[in-house]
């Protein structure tokens, strides 16, 4: 690898870091290195609201040894070699972030079949008003036209409050799309996410990024009061109108 292909990653890392929603609104990042069986490593990963695993990997192009990253971490969280931390919950159920600067048709014919077996998030990473940005690649099911699946997935009695976002995404301070595979649903505007929906069990946690780089806000949609916050916070966000602006 060049000293420049290093130079990329480390700076994207730390971007990152900073920036921990660009991941996934919600995961909490650390950079102390997990060691794979055989020396490599995991220099990024972190932890969901559910406490599954969630190793990131960051490449300047998916080649033949990015895979083998990819498979060798994944089984390793499987098998129980990693995920032993109490921080973990679910220290088996491992979900792989993917970051690149770009995707070829088969890269991501290959990750969505890995998907079938742990699940994979790919991330387009860019340059946006002088810093690092992300895009959700795989999976992307946006609404309106995908909206029906994610009522499909829901929790019984979710349907009306589904509305009631999806009508708050089209009529908030910038559109805003619903995106990825049930679950976690992934909510993001022009200037990146701005916030998470998980289902555990007949419960929605809706995470909603308030200021960049800061913990997000926990809400439990299973009361009126909680819903009603979440639809507020995407009526009012402005998470990223920098971004938008430039």
């Known amino acids: ?10 700076e994207v890392r730390r971007a990152l870091l900073q920036r921990p929603e660009w991941v996934e609104p919600g995961v909490l990042l650390q950079d102390q290195a997990l060691v794979l069986p055989g020396g490599r490593k995991i220099r990024l990963h972190g932890v969901d609201v559910l406490g599954r695993p969630c190793p ?5 192009e998916l080649d033949a040894e990015a895979y083998d990253w990819m498979l060798a971490v994944l089984c390793a969280f499987r098998d129980g070699l990693l995920g032993g931390d109490p921080v973990y919950a679910r220290g088996r159920e491992p979900r792989l972030f993917v970051i690149a600067p770009w995707y070829r048709p088969e890269d991501l014919a290959r990750l969505a079949l890995l998907d079938e ?12 008003a002088g810093a690092w940005a992300t895009e959700l690649i795989h999976p992307r099911a946006d609404f309106p036209d995908e909206f029906e699946r994610w ?3 829901a929790p019984t009695g979710a349907e009306g409050f589904l509305s009631r976002l999806r009508a708050a995404c089209l009529r908030g301070v910038h559109r805003c799309d619903f995106q990825g595979e049930p679950w976690p649903l992934l909510i993001s505007g022009p200037g990146g996410p701005l916030a998470a929906i998980h289902r555990e069990g007949e419960r929605l946690l809706y995470l909603a990024v308030h200021e960049p780089g800061q913990p997000p806000e926990l809400v439990d949609l299973r009361s009126e009061s909680g819903q009603d916050a979440a639809i507020d916070h995407v009526l009012r966000s402005r998470i990223g109108a920098d971004l938008v602006a430039s």
């Open 1 to 10: 690898m060049s000293e420049a292909q290093k130079g990329m990653k480390k």
């Open 56 to 60: 990131v990997g960051v490449f300047k």
């Open 117 to 128: 077996a742990a699940p994979v998030r790919a991330l387009r990473v860019r340059r946006r």
């Open 151 to 153: 009522v499909d997935a």
